[in-house]
């Protein structure tokens, strides 16, 4: 990856946890000297890169792993604030992103009982659950809002 779409990605990513949200381009152009169709053109080349995802209408931040930008049924409280998760890898994925500890909520997705998880030094206080992916890896990148 080039060292510039290297530096857009790494300030979208400290945009969204300084923001608590996902920054829109106007944002990320003003912060980092830099137009807004840079932004939209790096955006997409990170998109088609999979290092992050786009909305496909607006062309602003949707997914920048393992953050949402859109609710989802995955909650975490970390560093002090609420975030989005976008599947239950990427909820433990909050905690360690932000390198501190965090609650996870959700709820099964067999029996839709609520299920909470507290992750402290890294690691979760539930042992017995399980994480199941429908879709095969290899098949992620297909329809990644659906996986």
Not at 11 to 25: C, H, I, K, M, S
Not at 42 to 63: F, K, N, Y
Request: net charge negative; charged share 20%.
């Amino acid at each position: 990856m080039e060292a510039s779409l290297l530096r857009l990605r790494a300030l979208t990513y400290a945009l969204f946890v300084e923001l608590g949200r996902a920054p829109r381009a106007p944002e990320v152009a003003e912060r980092g000297g830099l137009t807004v169709e840079e932004v939209g053109a790096g955006w997409r080349t990170l998109h088609d890169q999979h290092a992050l995802v786009l909305d496909p209408e607006s062309g602003e931040i949707r997914m920048a792993n393992p953050f949402s930008a859109v609710p989802t049924s995955y909650r975490v409280h970390a560093g002090g604030r609420w975030w989005y998760a976008n599947c239950a890898w990427d909820a433990f994925g909050i905690c360690a992103a932000l390198a501190t500890d965090g609650r996870i909520e959700t709820a099964c997705g067999d029996c839709g009982e609520p299920v909470t998880i507290l992750v402290r030094d890294q690691r979760p206080d539930v042992s017995e659950l399980v994480f199941h992916c429908l879709v095969p890896a290899a098949q992620w990148w297909d329809d990644i809002v659906f996986t």
